[in-house]
């Protein structure tokens, strides 16, 4: 496959720097790059962008804004089954799912409190590569304990898909299955590490996504071991 085939996240409108750059997109994303089906196009892979020390910075925001905040069990819509992933969120909006469905609401489905706002550096991050005009609304916390899964789906409860979703992974790495704009569409999967960032927009913003499994002990960052994931998100149109 030529380096710039349909997955080359140089594509994704993200602010390009010199590909010396830690900070700029990797062209490679997957070892079996070869045998492995095109993506949509509009996804950027970060490796590395939080360094051990910006990480640790990271998640002592986390760790405060979970103390505001707690992390909540979402209820499948309709059958009430729980998640296994446990969630919170920061900024304007956050993303919850009950009984009722799924949605973004002001306030901690729990507490009844605001959720607690977004920290300077998912600002920084949401400024530096989302390249889309205004400010992200909300940033979804994914805590996965150990043995936790997230199935394939597709993040649509948004009312527009204009901004790109940018996701941070924090603590024990992940195996993370991206798939095309049909549920059926061909996958590959990909290793995810804490530090790395990914941005998906355009037609990538609509890509079947899920997280297979996570890597007990493979981080030292979470002292409890698992793995966070924010997810920096524009839920109303600008
Ligand atoms: C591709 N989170 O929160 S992050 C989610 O690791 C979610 O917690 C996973 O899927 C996690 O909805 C995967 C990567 C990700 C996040 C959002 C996306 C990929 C995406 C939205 C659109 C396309
Ligand atoms: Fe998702």
Not at 25 to 49: H, N, R
Not at 72 to 83: E, N
Not at 105 to 134: C, I, K, R, Y
Not at 157 to 170: I, K, R, Y
């Amino acid at each position: 496959m030529p380096a710039s085939s349909s997955n080359d996240p140089r594509r994704a409108g993200a602010p390009m720097s010199p590909p010396s750059d830690p900070l700029s997109p990797q062209v490679s994303l997957f070892q079996d790059s070869a045998a492995t089906p095109d993506l949509p196009e509009g996804f950027a892979y970060y490796p590395g962008y939080f360094d051990d020390k910006a990480q640790h910075m990271l998640l002592d925001e986390i760790r405060q804004i979970i103390a505001q905040a707690p992390l909540f069990t979402p209820l499948m819509p309709k059958t009430g089954q729980p998640f296994s992933v446990r969630m919170s969120n920061c900024g304007p909006l956050g993303w919850v799912s009950d009984r009722a469905g799924y949605r973004y609401q002001p306030q901690h489905p729990e507490t009844g409190s605001p959720w607690p706002l977004m920290p300077d550096p998912l600002t920084a991050l949401w400024e530096n590569v989302s390249g889309f005009s205004g400010p992200a609304e909300a940033c979804l916390i994914n805590y996965y304990a150990d043995g936790t899964r997230m199935g394939l789906h597709q993040d649509r409860d948004e009312e527009t898909f204009d901004a790109p979703v940018v996701s941070v992974s924090l603590g024990d790495e992940a195996v993370f299955r991206i798939g095309g704009l049909k549920r059926k569409d061909p996958t590959r999967s990909m290793r995810l590490k804490s530090g790395d960032v990914l941005v998906f927009g355009g037609p990538a913003r609509l890509a079947f996504h899920g997280i297979d499994r996570v890597i007990k002990g493979s981080s030292a960052l979470l002292k409890q071991g698992g793995r966070l994931n924010l997810t920096l998100r524009r839920v109303t149109a600008l």
